[in-house]
């Protein structure tokens, strides 16, 4: 039995597919595996939304799309990081550590005045 | 852009599967599953189109096509949509560049912000147009705020080059050019030395007459010209389109008159036009406090002349457009009802069109059209016919925009300056979008929200009741708008009427007047100019046709007057205070020539000449205020203008028309009175030589006689020529040009307005018929007969034109009361306007609906039931 998936927080699917464009020009097909994988299955990525926000996020010039040949020699839509987008990547991840950090410290302090 | 999508979530959708099927899953649900995950492709190409931003614009695209797609299946709608909309706007789009170019528009000289001119004002003359020689000399030197410059009119007969040609001229001081801010095309200005009494004579001649004899040469300056009898070299060409109150081919220096006009050294005479411009640094309201101050140490140090006057600085562009802008703003709101009607007609067009769509629309909407979508491809639709109605407009009005211009009555100010500019084009965009928004927003509300099933349900045609009532709304408005037009037209036109019929108290017909000024050569001395005038007499009434004729210096309705303040006793009144009347100076047989009748005593004869006692004649007005109307004959007045002595009363004649026929009921100057000419003393010969006019009563068409008289007259040194001949009856239809001019567009107007009605009734009757063919087959059914029908339709039609026309006569009274105000001589709207032109539209719209009704008659019950 799978463990239960939960849903991804708001906005942060963005910050997630810009993660994974970083690491060389992917399509969206291998995008969403790599999100399921790497999140061992923990993280349930809509695929209905996922093309609305690559496209939102090439719209805005975050990402750039080339199409090109897979393996098995089919097109497909490639999508790379800019460098306007790798900023993004920067500020997004600087701003959702520190607020993982902020969450955290509540957390413990509310688990430590309950004791 | 939509294949790209296409493909990439197909690409997904198959790897997806492949994978699937490699863990087992057999190939048909593999690709279930996937398409699952993937959710809705058509949801998710739709979100996609949404996050790319560019949704709008594909929509856009689409609508166009759509709407272009139902233009072309339905060529008839669409060609009548742009014939209406292209008159209306295009109609519009004119008057507003003429507005454009003649009000809004700056003229076209540097700052011209800081141009102004001055006016004096006095209680008894009101507002004048000029300023005196004298006061001009004195305002120029004190003022710190203004520099100023004068100008007056004149005009002679070039000899030389070219054949004796008459033309017209303006005196001009040293600084006029250098104020406007502009230089000569060639050449240069006037120096200031140049502008005084006795200095060398130079001229600066118009861009024509340099094209026209000189032949545009660069070796004309320095080149002499003989204009007026004397010879003078030419310094300076004027840029083209120069223009003082119209154009004129010969500029001389203003001072240079001093020898031969005693008006240069009179006070009293305020014939020079000033312009001036603010000094850097001030202000139009210093410039008036200033003014105002020089013009009371004027009125202390000159009370004979100034007592009373004031000096007051205008906006230049004020000054030179006039009073033309009231018209114009009134056609340009004619038009703009016009384009109004043209807009409703189309609106209640589209909306039959959107209700007989209404199925087509409920069903996009059950598929998942979304409201705003759907009405945002209505109001694309109808702004795309407003922007081809807009474009086939400023065809129309880049065509006729000239036409126009010279069809104006009289002459229209910055004419010349009339065109197409980029805010002319901005207007007319808006008004074309605007236009489409107004009548595609009753369709586009229509789109169906509620209801959508029992819409797709009911197989039966059917017709919401709020579309009917927006129907007749809309016939409704169309009605009352073109009453408002239709009675407009009617009171100009029945003012016109009551104009013409005015008595303009003389005989008009077949009298003929000109211009004509006596050849320089013979104007030397007084006796020569006296025995020169005689012998014009003599020659002209030789002329075969010719039955009598007179000289006179100012012709009735006529541009051209000369008013002078007169008084009962010597004790003179405070200056600037008398009464005024109208003076023209006469030979003898004037009276016999314009046919004004003599009620009292006699007009001049050849006794009345310098020696003998001074004679002067009245008109009905001036006898009335001046002796109370009785027994004016042998009385006395006194002319301050003409002499310290009394003037002896010999005779009175009817008034004259002299402002025009509408004009002269609200005008100044009411009383009139006649001296003769040989009575003008020997000083003032020179000056009265250039500005006589012959007028001559003919027993052949008077335009006849116009040759034969040019050659009779020619003189010795075929130098004197008549220029600006007219008729008498082209004066006074001239008095009446104006609203003449605002009957024929009113008329125009009001019948396409009345025409767009008829259309629009006849449209919406028969589609609101059209609907109600079942229920008509089933009155028939029912033992209803065709007679029964047609009231039934007619009924409803003549609700919609009752109330229409009541609507629009409120609306006719408000509009008249604004004509009354803007159109001199007007007629208040009477019954007699109503009782004339309300019948015409009731009968016009009831035609119109004559057509529908008959053919609802003709219903057949059986086949209409069939419909059911």
């Not at chain 2, 005196?171 to 104020?179: D, G, N, P, V």
């Not at chain 2, 801010?181 to 005084?196: H, K, N, T, V, Y």
């Not at chain 2, 000189?214 to 300056?221: H, K, M």
């Not at chain 2, 012709?555 to 007057?561: A, F, L, T, W, Y």
Request: aromatic share 6%; hydrophobic share 45%; net charge neutral.
């Amino acid at each position: 039995m799978a463990p239960p998936k939960s849903d991804l927080p708001q906005g942060t699917l963005d910050l997630l597919i810009l993660k994974v464009t970083a690491l060389g020009p992917v399509h969206g097909y291998a995008i969403a595996q790599r999100l399921e994988q790497v999140s061992r299955g923990v993280v349930q990525v809509p695929e209905g939304s996922l093309y609305p926000a690559l496209h939102r996020l090439e719209n805005r010039g975050l990402l750039a799309a080339d199409w090109k040949e897979t393996e098995t020699g089919r097109e497909a839509k490639f999508y790379r990081l800019t460098r306007k987008g790798l900023k993004q990547l920067e500020t997004e991840t600087a701003d959702w550590h520190r607020l993982i950090d902020a969450i955290g410290l509540i957390l413990g302090m509310a688990d430590g005045g309950a004791r | 852009m939509e294949a790209q999508l296409e493909k990439e979530l197909s690409f997904h959708l198959d790897q997806h599967t492949s994978q699937l099927i490699g863990r087992g899953i057999p190939p048909d649900e593999a690709r279930r599953q996937a398409r699952l995950a993937l959710g809705g492709p058509e949801q998710v190409k739709e979100k996609c189109r949404d996050a790319r931003g560019t949704r709008w614009l594909e929509d856009l695209m689409q609508d166009t096509r759509y709407a272009l797609r139902t233009f072309r299946r339905k060529p008839g709608f669409t060609v009548v949509a742009l014939l209406i909309l292209s008159l209306g706007i295009g109609a519009t789009t004119v008057m507003f560049a003429v507005i454009n170019s003649v009000l809004l528009r700056p003229l076209s000289y540097p700052e011209p912000d800081r141009l102004v001119t001055l006016r004096g004002f006095t209680e008894s003359f009101g507002e004048l147009w000029g300023c005196s020689n004298l006061d001009f000399g004195d305002v120029k030197r004190e003022s710190q705020t203004l520099a100023l410059a004068a100008w007056t009119y004149g005009g002679g007969t070039i000899s030389e080059p070219g054949e004796p040609e008459y033309v017209n001229g303006r005196q001009i001081s040293a600084e006029l050019f250098s104020t406007l801010g502009i230089s000569p095309l060639q050449g240069r200005a006037f120096r200031l030395d140049e502008d005084r009494p006795g200095a060398a004579t130079v001229a600066i001649i118009s861009y024509g007459l340099w094209q026209r004899d000189f032949g545009g040469q660069p070796s004309t300056i320095g080149r002499s010209l003989v204009y007026d009898g004397k010879t003078y070299t030419v310094v300076g060409i004027a840029p083209a389109g120069f223009q003082l109150d119209g154009g004129a081919d010969v500029f001389t220096p203003l001072e240079q008159r001093q020898n031969t006009d005693p008006r240069m050294q009179n006070r009293a005479a305020r014939f020079l036009r000033v312009m001036a411009r603010l000094r850097p640094g001030f202000g139009l309201a210093e410039a008036r406090a200033e003014l105002g101050l020089i013009a009371r140490h004027l009125a202390e140090e000159y009370p004979k002349s100034n007592a009373g006057l004031s000096l007051i600085p205008y906006p230049l562009q004020k000054e030179l457009v006039g009073d033309v802008g009231s018209t114009l703003w009134l056609l340009l709101c004619a038009v703009g009802l016009v384009l109004l009607i043209a807009c409703v007609n189309i609106a209640s067009l589209l909306l039959a069109r959107a209700v007989s769509r209404e199925r087509e629309l409920a069903m996009r909407v059950a598929l998942g059209a979304g409201r705003s979508r759907l009405a945002r491809q209505c109001l694309t639709e109808s702004a795309i016919l407003g922007l081809g109605g807009g474009v086939l407009g400023v065809v129309l009005a880049f065509v006729s925009i000239h036409p126009f211009v010279a069809f104006w009555p009289g002459s229209l100010p910055r004419a010349e300056e009339v065109h197409l500019d980029w805010r002319v084009l901005v207007f007319a965009v808006g008004a074309s979008l605007l236009s489409g928004l107004f009548f595609g927003l009753a369709p586009a509300l229509r789109v169906p929200m509620r209801g959508v099933e029992q819409t797709l349900r009911s197989g039966a045609r059917s017709i919401a009741g709020s579309s009917r009532h927006l129907h007749s709304a809309f016939v409704i408005s169309e009605i009352a708008l073109a009453v408002v037009l239709l009675v407009s037209a009617g009171m100009l036109g029945h003012t016109l009427l009551a104009l013409s019929s005015l008595d303009p108290g003389f005989n008009l017909h077949n009298v003929m007047a000109a211009h004509f000024a006596l050849s320089p050569g013979t104007r030397e001395n007084p006796e020569e100019i006296r025995a020169a005038w005689q012998d014009v007499l003599d020659r002209a009434r030789r002329v075969p046709g010719v039955e009598s004729v007179a000289l006179a210096d100012i012709i009735p309705m006529r541009v051209g007057e000369n008013s002078l303040p007169y008084w009962t006793s010597a004790n003179q009144p405070p200056p600037n205070q008398e009464p005024i009347a109208l003076a023209s100076c006469a030979t003898p047989d004037y009276l016999k020539v314009m046919g004004i009748p003599l009620h009292q005593g006699r007009f001049f004869h050849e006794h009345d000449r310098i020696g003998s006692e001074p004679v002067v004649v009245i008109d009905d007005n001036l006898a009335q205020h001046a002796f109370g109307g009785k027994d004016a004959v042998g009385k006395r007045i006194w002319i301050p203008a003409m002499g310290a002595g009394p003037v002896l009363v010999v005779g009175i004649v009817g008034h004259v028309r002299h402002w025009g026929l509408a004009s002269d009921d609200q005008s100044r100057v009411r009383d009139q009175m006649y001296y003769p000419l040989a009575q003008v003393p020997a000083p003032l010969l020179h000056f009265f030589s250039s500005i006589m006019s012959i007028a001559v009563r003919t027993t052949i068409p008077p335009l006849n006689v116009v040759e034969p008289l040019r050659q009779q007259l020619r003189g010795a040194a075929g130098d004197q020529a008549l220029y600006e001949v007219h008729t008498m009856e082209q004066l006074v239809s001239a008095s009446l040009a104006r609203q003449r001019f605002l009957l024929l567009l009113f008329g125009i107007f009001a019948g396409l307005a009345l025409l767009l009605a008829c259309i629009g009734i006849y449209g919406v009757l028969a589609y609101l018929t059209g609907q109600r063919v079942p229920e008509i087959g089933v009155r028939m059914t029912l033992g209803a007969t065709a007679r029964d029908v047609m009231r039934l339709v007619l009924g409803q039609s003549l609700v919609m034109i009752f109330v229409g026309v009541g609507v629009g006569i409120l609306a006719a009274l408000a509009a008249g009361r604004i004509l009354n105000r803007l159109v001199e001589g007007m007629r208040p709207a009477d019954v007699s306007t109503f009782t004339i032109t309300i019948p015409v539209l009731i009968i016009a719209a009831l035609f119109a609906s004559f057509v529908p009704a008959r053919r609802a008659s003709r219903v057949d019950p059986v086949s209409a039931l069939r419909q059911q």
